[in-house]
């Protein structure tokens, strides 16, 4: 069983920055893809960002130029940089580990984008 555990959650003013942090437990968060996403009250569960093994990248359209996602597999974590934040991206974030055979969850943290 693999664990993901979420940190860097909080209040921001419109403009400001935060970097979310994704520890995953076990040997096979190097082999697989890291996703990001986020839930904001009232709407479906969205895709942030992804980077695979190899680590290519792929961004949604509502973050591109603002949010970059990287990995340090030595420490088994993925990162989201998260600039110029809106009050749009106010939202609770999950990582997510997936593979052919498994898709894991961690449990959230909240990102309010507030003045």
């Known amino acids: 069983q693999v664990q993901l555990v979420e940190s860097g959650g909080g209040l921001v003013q419109p403009g400001g920055s935060l970097r979310l942090s994704c520890a995953a437990s076990?040997?096979?968060?190097?082999?697989?893809?890291m996703g990001w996403y986020r839930q904001a009250p009232g709407k479906q569960r969205e895709l942030v960002a992804f980077?695979?093994?190899?680590?290519?990248?792929n961004y949604a359209d509502s973050v591109k130029g603002r949010f970059t996602i990287s990995r340090d597999n030595a420490k088994n974590t993925a990162y989201l940089q998260m600039n110029s934040l809106k009050p749009e991206d106010t939202a609770v974030y999950f990582c997510?580990?997936?593979?052919?055979?498994?898709?894991?969850w961690g449990q959230g943290t909240q990102v309010t984008v507030s003045s």
């Open positions: 997510n580990l997936r593979g052919l055979t498994f898709n894991y």
């Open positions: 076990g040997s096979i968060f190097r082999l697989n893809t």
């Open positions: 980077i695979t093994s190899g680590s290519i990248t």
